[in-house]
């Protein structure tokens, strides 16, 4: 029958028309587009930002500009160092408060929480996630800093014996409590990492642990920490990217001194701090050494978050030594929690 | 003919020394006291919130701009009207943005991109711009669009800070959900004629929805809350403005001059707007957690 035939113009029964086939193909190239634009957004930015910031490493030099101590709006000597060290000390202060915390809290809610407790007490870790960075400033320099005011200076006179930590006078903005509201900052990415690598130990390693007599702390120390390591390891460093990262609080409770302080409850600036603080009227040379202090800070996280990616993915493959069934979600859900938290 | 001894002697033979025991429960105290701990901070904020914030608010706190007047008692130093305002006008005109180019990358990365290099490569700028602090957005802004173009604030460009910092969590949040996407749901539909493009907008999409309304709800959250990235975009003022040309204000840029500022007076506007952008974030959260729970997927 001649409907059945194959029509001569070359195209298949079944193929589409090229006009058809347009949308797919605009879609296609036009989404493909899109993505493209994003890596030249941020090669772009990024070029820019080292372009507005090279008068200022050209007055100092990258070494000089980095380490030198000295950062003096009025003389014009930008030095970073004070602000590199504030970044460090206060992100160092909020890992050692923050990380033991988080992945406690991971234990108890993974492993010995009541199974009904489990999903209200998830929720509330993750309530301190919704609460804005200049709620955490406001909070913290109101209510928290003069509260325990009194408490860092009794700390500080019975260890003013350890040069740069102990000694001196409290100051209600320093690096101690900056350090801790940084801790609480944390708190609820580095728990839900640990929450979700902890959920991939397989209950054979648990069950056979339990099984040969361990007690629960002797199982979790021994089959659960040892294969999520990496994972948690991973969270904490994501967790030192926000801090390093965090501005707005910092500026607020750091206590914007543009020197190195002298002890650890004493005022100092950070990277992210100077510039929330001083870019509204800097000028010149000024404006250019707050742009090299943002790409000093930028490749400071960079840095930080590259190897935190390396730990979560070598995590949520199961460990390096044991690829496991169930991973697969495991990786999904983790990859989730990076990016959503 | 060894039969079991006594149960005694089993258990005395079986049970767990006290050493290890008193060890167990001292772990298990210590890891029960520090999630305790970690509570602590979320009661506290939560209830000063409440405590300062509900003291300062009144109708007038949410119907007139603040006066830029500090140094008279608190009824004279006006409330938030404009901040709100700027606000939701802000992270309005930054959703815009975001949302269609942050699914539209997402769609290419799970429909298109896959395994390429160039799929991995685009994944590996977004965890990047993931990580990027969010005051470098707004430097970012600040160089292309103030310094480049030799204009001044605006809010529109506080709302593009805000985009580049929603974009990384909407891509990653819809690609998690694109991928939960049964392959047989697209197959089926392939293999009964669809063209590609109409797999993707009438059986892939519509299944993701609810999945991705919960990430892009979360990103709008995280958004409305960022400081850093509005102090050199939209800069501050105090009057309602509704063109997103000009100066613009916003709750927590409000906030932050409030504590910043040196007269105390203020304080309290700082808790009232504090708490007033806590419950409008606390309820984008709540929708997007609702959301999530009807999702088909997962």
């Known amino acids: 029958m001649e409907a059945a035939s194959i029509p001569s113009g070359g195209r298949g029964l079944l193929s589409r028309s090229p006009l058809a086939r347009l949308p ?10 899109l993505s493209a634009l994003i890596l030249v957004l941020i090669v772009y930015f990024f070029v820019r930002l080292v372009g507005e910031s090279s008068p200022a490493f050209s007055h100092a030099g990258l070494f000089g500009f980095t380490f030198n101590k000295d950062w003096n709006v009025n003389a014009e000597r ?50 301190l996630a919704a609460v804005p960075s200049v709620v955490y400033g406001l ?62 130990v397989p209950s054979d390693h648990k069950e056979a642990a339990l099984g040969l007599g361990a007690t629960r702390w002797e199982m979790i120390r021994m089959a659960v920490l040892p294969y999520c390591r990496s994972g948690i390891v991973g969270g904490a460093m994501l967790g030192l990217g926000r801090a390093i990262g965090e501005t707005i609080a910092v500026t607020i409770l750091i206590g914007d001194a543009p020197q190195l302080g002298s002890h650890l409850f004493g005022q100092g600036y950070s990277l992210a701090a100077v510039i929330a603080n001083e870019f509204g009227e800097a000028q010149g040379l000024h404006r250019s050494a707050l742009f090299a202090a943002g790409l000093v800070l930028f490749v400071l996280t960079l840095l930080v978050n590259g190897l935190a990616r390396f730990f979560v993915v070598r995590a949520a493959r199961g460990g390096s030594t044991t690829p496991t069934a169930g991973v697969g979600d495991g990786g999904v859900l983790v990859a989730d929690a990076v990016s959503g938290a | 003919m060894s039969a079991p001894s006594g149960s005694s002697d089993l258990l005395g033979r079986f049970a767990v020394s006290p050493a290890r025991r008193r060890r167990d429960s001292l772990a298990r105290g210590s890891i029960l006291a520090a999630t305790l701990i970690a509570l602590v901070p979320l009661v506290l904020i939560i209830y000063y919130l409440l405590l300062k914030g509900l003291g300062s608010w009144s109708s007038s706190f949410f ?24 606000t939701v006008e802000i992270v309005a005109l930054a959703s815009v943005i975001a949302v269609p180019i942050g699914i539209g990358v997402a769609v290419w990365l799970v429909e298109y991109g896959r395994d390429s290099w160039f799929a991995h490569t685009v994944r590996f700028f977004v965890d990047v711009l993931t990580g990027v602090p969010s005051i470098v957005f707004g430097l970012f802004i600040y160089i292309v669009l103030i310094v480049g173009t030799g204009s001044t604030y ?12 929603m974009l990384p969590v909407v891509i990653r949040s819809a690609e998690v959900v694109l991928l939960l996407v049964p392959g047989a ?34 990103a709008i959250a995280r958004a409305a809350g960022e400081t850093a990235p509005l102090l050199f975009t939209a800069g501050a003022t105090l009057k309602t403005s509704f063109g997103l040309g000009s100066f613009m204000n916003s709750l927590p840029v409000q906030i932050y001059s409030d504590v910043t500022s040196p007269t105390a007076s203020v304080e309290h506007r700082a808790w009232g707007a504090a708490l007033t952008l806590v419950v409008m974030i606390l309820i984008l959260n709540l929708i997007a957690r609702v959301v999530a729970r009807r999702s088909r997927l997962a």
């Open chain 1, 139 to 200: 909070w913290g320099i109101f209510f928290l800093a003069p509260k325990l005011r009194g408490a860092e200076q009794w700390v500080a006179d019975r260890i003013s014996f350890i040069p740069f930590i102990g000694g001196g006078l409290v100051t209600i903005p320093n690096y101690f409590i900056t350090g801790l509201v940084l801790a609480i900052m944390i708190l609820p990415i580095v728990s839900a990492i640990s929450r979700e690598v902890m959920a991939t």
């Open chain 2, 154 to 165: 605006a809010g529109y460009k506080g709302a593009f800070a805000l985009t580049l910092l």
């Open chain 1, 24 to 33: 797919d193909r605009a879609l296609k190239y036009g989404l493909t587009a």
């Open chain 2, 185 to 218: 749901l697209r197959e089926s539909a392939l293999a009964l004629g669809a063209p590609r493009w109409r797999v993707i907008f009438s059986i892939v999409l519509p299944t993701a929805l609810p999945g991705m309304v919960t990430g892009v709800l979360l």
């Open chain 1, 78 to 127: 930008f030095g970073a160092l004070p602000l590199v060290v504030g970044t460090l000390i206060t992100s160092a202060l909020a890992l050692l408060i923050g990380v033991p915390v988080a992945v406690a809290g991971a234990i108890y809610a993974t492993e010995l929480c009541p199974l009904r407790l489990r999903a209200p007490l998830t929720i509330l870790v993750e309530l």
């Open chain 2, 63 to 86: 119907t007139t701009d603040p006066t830029g007047n500090t140094f008279f008692k608190s009824s004279s130093i006006g409330g938030i009207k404009s901040a709100i305002l700027g």
